[in-house]
C-alpha cells in the first residue's frame, strides 16, 4: 500500500498525466508471476533463476537480451507490488490454454529446486484462482511437472 501512494506521488511530481491508463503488458505480468513464485520462500536458488530464463524464452519466444531485460523490469516491479492482483488482471485476454500453460509454467520455477515451498503451492494456488483457472486443470498442472521430475 505504501509502496502504491509512494509511486503516485512520485507520478505526480514527474508530471504524468494519471488520467491514462497503462496498458497491459502482458509479457511483463507473466514474468512477474515467475518471480513472484520463485521469491515466494524468500530464497531464490540458481536452478529457479535459470527456469525463469528458460521459460520465458520458451513460451514468449524472447532472445537471452530480451529476457534479461523483461526480468529485470518484472523483478523491480514485483518488488513494488501490493498484491497478484497487479498482474493477473492484465492477463484476463489469455486463452483458457494459455493460463494453464502459466500455472504449469509456475509450477516448473517452484519445483526447480527439487521441492515445493508451502508459500509457492500459495502463490500458485492464488495465481490460478484470480486466472479462473479450474482446480482440477491447477493439480493436473502440478502433477506434470512434479512426476516428471522423480
Same mark, same amino acid.
Do not use: D, F, G
Given at each position: 500500500m !505504501?509502496? +502504491?501512494i509512494? +509511486? !503516485?506521488f512520485k507520478q505526480l511530481l514527474e508530471g504524468q498525466d494519471l488520467g491514462q491508463?497503462? &496498458?497491459p503488458d502482458v509479457n %511483463?505480468?507473466?514474468?512477474?508471476? !515467475?518471480? =513472484?513464485?520463485?521469491g515466494a520462500d524468500h530464497q531464490i536458488a540458481q536452478v529457479e533463476i535459470d527456469a525463469k530464463r528458460q521459460l520465458l524464452a520458451r513460451f514468449l519466444d524472447l532472445d537471452e537480451s530480451e529476457v534479461t531485460t523483461l526480468l529485470s #523490469?518484472? =523483478?523491480s516491479r514485483s518488488k513494488d507490488s501490493t498484491s497478484l492482483y497487479d498482474f493477473t488482471s492484465q492477463l484476463r485476454e489469455l486463452? &483458457? =490454454? +494459455? #493460463? /494453464?500453460? %502459466? /500455472?504449469?509454467?509456475?509450477? &516448473?520455477?517452484?519445483h526447480a529446486d527439487g521441492e515445493i515451498d508451502p508459500l509457492e503451492d500459495s502463490v500458485i494456488r492464488k495465481t490460478a484462482e484470480l486466472l479462473y483457472v479450474d482446480h482440477s486443470e491447477f493439480i493436473r498442472a502440478k502433477l506434470s511437472v512434479t512426476d516428471s521430475k522423480k
Open positions: !505504501l509502496n +502504491s509512494k +509511486s !503516485l491508463s497503462a &496498458q %511483463l505480468a507473466i514474468a512477474c508471476l !515467475l518471480c =513472484e513464485v520463485a #523490469r518484472a =523483478e486463452s &483458457q =490454454e +494459455s #493460463r /494453464i500453460t %502459466l /500455472i504449469k509454467a509456475m509450477w &516448473q520455477v517452484a
